[in-house]
Nanobody, 115 residues
Framework: QVQLVESGGGLVQAGGSLRLSCTVSGRRFSYNAMGWYRQAPGKQRELVATISAAGTTNYAGSVKGRFTISIDNTKNIMYLQMSSLKPEDTAVYYC?????????WGQGTQVTVSS
C-alpha cells in the first residue's frame, strides 16, 4: 500500500519558477520508476518527466531544459523543479509511482502560470 501526496502548486508569473513535491508514504518504498504528469482543462493527461530506479530521467520535449525531476530516497520525496514557466504549463500536476505489482497516483496539485 502506497500513498502519494503532491504539494507546492500555486500561481506564478510567466518566466518564474516553482518546485513541486511528491511525498511517498509506506513502510518501505521500492519503485521501478516514478514520474510527473499533468492535465490541463479539456486536454488529456500527459507525461511531463520520469525517473527510473537507476536514476535515468526522461522529459517531454515541451519541458526539456526547463524542468528537472529528482528523488530524495532518504526522505521518500520526488521533486519537479520548474523554471522559465509558460502559460501553457498551467495544469493539474500528478505524481505517479510504479512499484512491483501496481501503479499509484497522487491527488494532484494545481499550477497556474499567468502571462
Amino acid at each position: 500500500q502506497v500513498q502519494l501526496v503532491e504539494s507546492g502548486g500555486g500561481l506564478v508569473q510567466a518566466g518564474g519558477s516553482l518546485r513541486l513535491s511528491c511525498t511517498v508514504s509506506g513502510r518501505r518504498f521500492s519503485y521501478n520508476a516514478m514520474g510527473w504528469y499533468r492535465q490541463a482543462p479539456g486536454k488529456q493527461r500527459e507525461l511531463v518527466a520520469t525517473i527510473s530506479a537507476a536514476g535515468t530521467t526522461n522529459y517531454a520535449g515541451s519541458v526539456k531544459g526547463r524542468f528537472t525531476i529528482s528523488i530524495d530516497n532518504t526522505k521518500n520525496i520526488m521533486y519537479l523543479q520548474m523554471s522559465s514557466l509558460k502559460p501553457e504549463d498551467t495544469a493539474v500536476y500528478y505524481c505517479k509511482a510504479i512499484v512491483p505489482g501496481a501503479d499509484y497516483w497522487g491527488q494532484g496539485t494545481q499550477v497556474t502560470v499567468s502571462s
